[in-house]
C-alpha cells in the first residue's frame, strides 16, 4: 500500500509518500480501507517531535495521523464478524497511521457511520467535534449571550458558530482574510470580522452596538486571543482551548477580579475526567451531525501523496474547515 513516513522530526517536508506493507490486524483490532484521513495542528506538532502532554513524541520513523474513516476490510481474531465490510471511522488516539491506504485501529474505537453521514464528514468529527462538544459543555451559551469565535472558519470554529447560533446567542466569528470572513458570515454568524485589519476589534465593537461580548471561544491564543480577551465584557466568560499561534492567551488574577471573569479550560484533564470519556464526546458530535444540527465545513480534500501541502497550508492558515487526505 501506499503511505506517508517519517524517519525526522521537522517540518512539512519530512513527511514522504512511498510504498509499505500491507498492515495486519492483531486480535481486537481491524484493518480499515481509508477513504479519508484528518488532518489537524496536533498532527503539525507531532511531526516537529513536540511532547504532548504526558504523551511523548513517537518512534520514528512513522506513519502519522491520527483520524480515519473508511470501510472495515479485515479483522484480527476475536473481533465480531458483523465489522466486516461495515463503514466506520475511528481516531487512533497516540497510535499513528492514518496517512495510508490502510490503517489498523482498535475495535473499541470504531463508530459505525450512518447511512448519509460520508466519510469526509465523520473524520471532521471524530477528534474536532468531540472537541467541540467538550467546549460546549463548559460555555453552555445560551439566547442571553453574545459568543465570540477566533478562528471561526476553521473546522472547529464553524463547528462552534453552528452551536451558538442554534442556542440563539449572537454569533460573533473572526478569521483572517476576506474570503474566510465570507465564509464565517455564510454560516449564519451574525457579526463577521477580519482578524487580520488593523483595529478589527473596533470593527466587532461597532457591530454589537450597546451588546458586549459574553462569552470568548480561544483556541488561538497569542495577541488576536489577548485582543478577544479584551472584548469580553464584565462577568462574562473565557474558555480555552488551545492557542494556535504558538503561545496561550496572556492574562493576570488582576484581569479577573476587576472584570468579574472566568476562565477555563475545555481541553485536557476536564475531558479526561468526564463522565463518558472521549468515546461520549465522539458519540454526541457524530449523533449531532446524524441529526442535521451540525454541518462539518469540509475544506477541498488534498491528495495522500500531498501530505506535505496540506500540513504547509494548514499551518500558514490557507485552509477552510476540515483538512483532509484522501487515498
Known amino acids: 500500500m501506499k503511505a506517508i513516513r517519517q524517519y525526522e522530526f521537522g517540518d512539512a517536508d519530512t513527511l514522504r509518500y512511498e510504498e509499505v506493507p500491507d498492515p495486519v490486524p492483531g486480535p481486537g483490532h481491524v484493518r480499515i480501507r481509508v477513504a479519508a484521513a484528518g488532518v489537524h495542528l496536533v498532527d503539525a506538532s507531532i511531526r516537529q517531535g513536540q511532547q ?20 472495515v476490510d479485515q479483522l484480527g481474531s476475536g473481533v465480531d464478524p458483523s465489522w466486516l465490510g461495515r463503514r466506520v471511522v475511528a481516531h487512533l488516539g497516540t497510535v499513528s497511521g492514518g496517512y495510508a491506504e490502510l490503517a489498523v485501529a482498535s475495535v473499541t474505537s470504531l463508530h459505525e457511520l450512518p447511512a448519509d453521514l460520508t466519510e469526509d464528514a465523520a473524520v471532521a468529527l471524530i477528534g474536532t ?26 473546522g472547529l470554529g464553524t463547528l462552534l458558530l453552528q452551536a451558538a447560533r442554534r442556542a440563539g446567542a449572537v454569533a460573533v466569528g473572526v478569521a483572517g482574510g476576506p474570503s474566510k470572513v465570507d465564509r464565517v458570515r455564510s454560516l449564519g454568524a451574525d457579526v463577521a470580522v477580519d482578524y487580520s485589519t488593523p483595529d478589527w476589534e473596533a470593527a466587532v465593537r461597532r457591530a454589537l452596538g450597546d451588546r458586549e461580548v459574553t462569552v470568548c471561544l480561544d483556541g488561538v491564543g497569542g495577541t488576536l486571543g489577548r485582543t478577544a480577551f479584551e472584548l469580553v465584557g464584565l462577568g462574562g466568560r473565557v474558555i480555552l482551548y488551545g492557542w494556535a499561534s504558538g503561545s496561550p492567551t496572556d492574562f493576570t488574577v488582576w484581569d479577573l477580579y476587576s472584570r468579574g ?23 454526541e458530535a457524530l449523533a449531532l451531525a446524524a441529526s442535521g444540527a451540525w454541518v462539518p465545513l469540509v475544506g477541498p480534500p488534498f491528495p495522500l501523496a500531498d501530505a506535505t501541502g496540506a500540513h504547509r497550508a494548514m499551518e500558514s492558515r490557507a485552509t477552510v474547515g476540515k483538512t483532509v487526505l484522501v487515498p
Open 52 to 71: 504532548l502532554g504526558p504523551n511523548p513524541p513517537p518512534t520514528l520513523p512513522m506513519t502519522p495521523g491520527r483520524e480515519v474513516a473508511g470501510t
Open 129 to 154: 467535534g468531540r472537541t467541540a462538544v467538550a467546549i460546549l459543555e463548559v460555555a453552555s451559551p445560551t439566547a442571553d449571550d453574545v459568543v465570540l469565535v477566533t478562528a471561526a472558519a476553521g
Open 261 to 283: 471573569l472566568t476562565v477555563s479550560c475545555a481541553i485536557g484533564a476536564r475531558i479526561q475526567q468526564r463522565p463518558g470519556g472521549l468515546r461520549g464526546l465522539e458519540e
